[in-house]
């Protein structure tokens, strides 16, 4: 090389190594590449500068290398090292001095640990070649790659399962079921070892695998479900295309066989026996059958049906949804007497019939059900059922309407009784023969009252009056023709004064309470005693109505003003019966039109009448004048009761007014004491002789009250004060008793009793006779409360005493 032109190439020797654990074999290549620029090169020459050699950038190292010792994975080098040391060769990037270590003086390469491609498949390092002695870079670093060779370390896994697949019975051979999947992960551009096939282990007399897909497909066309639901095959996978020495990896795929609708229903028993009383009512359940189907879910729907025609009169099938039964039940009513045993033929089939198996049979069984019917002991039966009797209103008592005939339907045949049900014959219109069961009237009969007669006859067996049949029966009462017809209302009419003759008055009809079958037909005529009438005629219409006609021209009615015109009518009978009835006919005056305005007193017509709302207002005004009247007398009458008031409270003398409330005998100071104790002064209040009238004396003043003078009132020596004081005793224990009252003295004054009383004033505070004997000493014995009381009658006695002393 020319020297300041320092080239600088690397050099790769490249080891490939195959499992030195099998020593197959191994190779060593080192590739060295000589120096592009030698000396005396023209181009070198020309350029002034050496070009840098060729450098290879990869190296390949064989994963999970088990050898002790250091795996060589090649060597850098560089044109300028001459062998003398002074270059040092060092690598950095992943892995560089833990992984990978590099010799400085030969510049080869090591790996130190065991490499797995499937964790990291290449490692990019960058190399430097360095001057020993400076530590600087000789040429710019390079950067190489080391890739992890594969070998086949890695078993196929199946990543997605557990698998679950299901396919249906007898489906045909090649019927894919699922598809499984492995995942290898070996490197699947080197080598086979990624490359992967399936094949089956266990199963496979039933499913077969695709090798290259894992497609899983029937094998045979005869699954079937009912003998076995579930398979349980193992799909395994192998690498390396299946070549010897491949790993594998397997996985087990559980597969359901489905349903379908394959079995047909089956009864178990080719015969059912029941049994049920003949008594039972329609609709009753006599048992369950049940079909049997190997099959599942909505191919084991079934109905059932009755296939004999005597069972289909007598029975009837129904389906249990529930539970896939066949409900036998009662379609008519049963009689042991009639027959013991039937025999019914019960069909099942399925509900959902699959046209892909039709040909492995029908889908439906029979099976034969006997019912037996239990004897009872039934109560009588009324033969023959017809319930309507009729009989002639004028049929005598006793007379025979009709039989009723009962029979015991046992094989015992126990003689019948029977009776009538009271309650719906309360009058007791019909009785019964008890034995024959002959009905016959009990009384009386009357179409017009009751045309219709509803009874119950009972029919009980002789020796067992429990067992009671009841039939309804219906009476007619047949007419016969005993009413005579009338006239339909008390017919009355109006003819004018000036009426011409043949003027139609009035149209007659008439009622009959009879009902002929034929219908009814009257006939009309004037009554024998009319038959000389000259002033109305009658005519039959033939219609069973009459018209009634004037005969004469024009009345008068001051002579006569009423008519009374008999009529015969007749019926048709048989036999016939007639009655008599009266048209009254009234004369009345008319105007100019026809019009009648009035006939005798009563007018037919009124010409002016009030209206409903002026009578209401009519009635309206006398009600406010009686209330007007009321209210006046009302006020009268209080103010003379208030007149009567202001002249009694005239009449008062003598009275002390007060507001104050005391507060008991120790409270001095609510009011003065000394206005009650002037009552009594007599000599103060009239002056002088102590004498005269009320009004005389003249009053003492006195800011505190009010005084007036008292009327004279002299105590009778035999007046009795025991009721008084029974009553004041009365109240002072109430008022001891109730602690919730406050401790207060009250104190009133009566002066005026009222006018004209034969009985002077009965007041006890001041007594004008001073020789009343009275004792108040008593009054201290009731309490507290009285004892003040007492004090201050106690003290007027004393002054009264001194006076007269």
Not at 119 to 142: H, I, N
Not at 150 to 156: C, F, Q, R, T, V
Request: charged share 25%; net charge negative; hydrophobic share 35%.
């Amino acid at each position: 090389m020319a020297k300041g032109l320092q080239g600088f190439s690397w050099t790769m020797l490249l080891l490939f190594c195959a499992i030195q654990e099998l020593g197959a074999w191994a190779m060593h290549t080192a590739v060295e590449s000589p120096g592009l620029g030698q000396p005396g090169d023209p181009a070198l020459l020309a350029s002034g500068r050496v070009k840098r050699g060729w450098v290879w950038n990869q190296f390949f190292v064989v994963e999970e290398y088990t050898g002790t010792e250091p795996l060589y994975v090649g060597k850098i080098h560089s044109d300028s090292d001459e062998g003398d040391g002074s270059i040092k060769y060092t690598i950095s990037g992943e892995g560089a001095g833990t992984i990978f270590l590099i010799d400085e003086i030969t510049g080869d390469i090591h790996a130190t640990e065991r490499l797995d491609r499937e964790q990291k498949t290449f490692y990019t390092l960058r190399a430097q070649a360095r001057d020993r002695q400076t530590d600087q870079l000789l040429e710019p670093e390079s950067e190489f790659i080391i890739k992890v060779q594969d070998i086949n370390d890695s078993e196929p896994r199946f990543l997605e399962g557990p698998y679950i697949g299901s396919v249906a019975e007898l489906s045909p051979i090649g019927t894919s079921v699922m598809q499984v999947m492995a995942s290898d992960a070996d490197d699947p551009t080197y080598g086979s070892s990624a490359r992967v096939v399936y094949s089956v282990l266990e199963g496979e007399q039933h499913f077969t695998v695709d090798s290259k897909t894992g497609v899983i497909r029937t094998a045979v066309a005869d699954l079937d479900r009912e003998t076995q639901d579930r398979y349980e095959v193992v799909i395994r996978a192998t690498d390396m295309a299946g070549q010897l020495g491949g790993l594998s990896g397997s996985t087990t795929v559980t597969i359901v066989v489905t349903d379908v609708n394959d079995n047909p229903p089956r009864f178990p028993q080719k015969m059912y026996q029941f049994s049920i009383v003949e008594t039972a009512p329609v609709g009753t359940a006599i048992g369950r059958v049940k079909a049997e189907d190997s099959d599942v879910g909505e191919n084991t729907d079934m109905t059932y049906q009755v296939k004999d025609e005597e069972g289909v009169e007598m029975f009837k099938v129904t389906t249990d949804s529930n539970t896939q039964e066949a409900v036998i039940s009662i379609q008519k009513p049963l009689d042991y007497e009639s027959k013991k045993v039937h025999t019914v033929v019960v069909e099942a089939l399925n509900k959902f019939v699959d046209p892909r198996f039709v040909d492995l049979g029908t889908f439906r069984d029979q099976t034969i059900v006997r019912v037996s019917v239990l004897d009872v002991d039934e109560p009588p039966e009324f033969r023959p059922p017809s319930n309507l009797m009729e009989v002639q209103e004028d049929a005598h008592v006793g007379s025979v309407v009709g039989i009723v005939t009962a029979l015991d339907p046992d094989t015992a045949n126990h003689p019948v009784r029977y009776a009538i049900d009271r309650s719906t014959d309360t009058e007791r219109i019909f009785d019964i023969d008890a034995n024959t069961g002959a009905i016959v009237t009990g009384k009386v009969l009357d179409r017009e009252t009751a045309g219709w007669h509803n009874i119950t006859v009972l029919a009980m067996e002789a020796d067992n009056h429990s067992q009671v049949s009841r039939a309804s029966l219906r009476i007619r009462i047949l007419d016969v023709n005993d009413n005579p017809p009338e006239l339909a209302t008390p017919y009355e009419a109006a003819v004018c004064e000036d009426a011409k003759p043949g003027q139609l008055i009035q149209t007659i009809s008439v009622v009959d309470r009879d009902e002929p079958q034929s219908g009814h037909r009257f006939y009309f005529t004037l009554a024998p005693e009319a038959t000389n009438n000259h002033h109305f005629s009658l005519l039959d219409i033939k219609d069973n109505t009459a018209a009634v006609h004037t005969q004469r021209v024009g009345f008068n009615r001051q002579e006569q003003d009423v008519y009374l015109l008999p009529i015969l009518v007749v019926d048709s009978g048989p036999p016939a019966l007639s009655s008599t009835g009266t048209l009254t006919i009234r004369i009345c005056g008319c105007d100019s039109n026809g019009a009648i305005q009035s006939c005798n007193s009563t007018a037919y017509v009124v010409s002016a009448t009030l209206s409903p709302g002026a009578l209401i207002a009519l009635l309206v005004c006398i009600l406010i004048l009686v209330v007007l009247v009321l209210l006046i007398l009302t006020l009268k009458r209080h103010h003379k009761s208030h007149l009567t008031s202001e002249d009694d409270e005239d009449m008062r003398d003598n009275v002390i007014k007060y507001n104050d409330e005391g507060g008991g005998e120790q409270d001095t100071e609510a009011y003065d004491m000394s206005a009650l104790r002037s009552l009594y002064d007599f000599s103060e209040i009239k002056g002088g002789d102590g004498g005269g009238g009320p009004g005389e004396g003249v009053p003492s003043g006195n800011p505190a009250s009010e005084l007036h003078a008292l009327p004279q009132w002299v105590q009778s020596p035999d007046l009795d004060f025991s009721v008084f004081r029974d009553y004041i005793c009365k109240k002072v224990e109430q008022a001891d008793e109730d602690l919730s009252v406050p401790p207060y003295d009250s104190f009133q004054t009566y002066a005026f009793e009222g006018s004209d009383s034969p009985v002077p004033s009965l007041s006890s505070i001041n007594t004008w006779s001073s020789g009343s004997e009275q004792d108040f000493s008593y009054l201290g014995v009731w309490g507290p409360r009285f004892r003040q009381l007492a004090a201050l009658y106690a003290g007027r006695r004393g002054e009264e005493d001194s006076e007269e002393s």
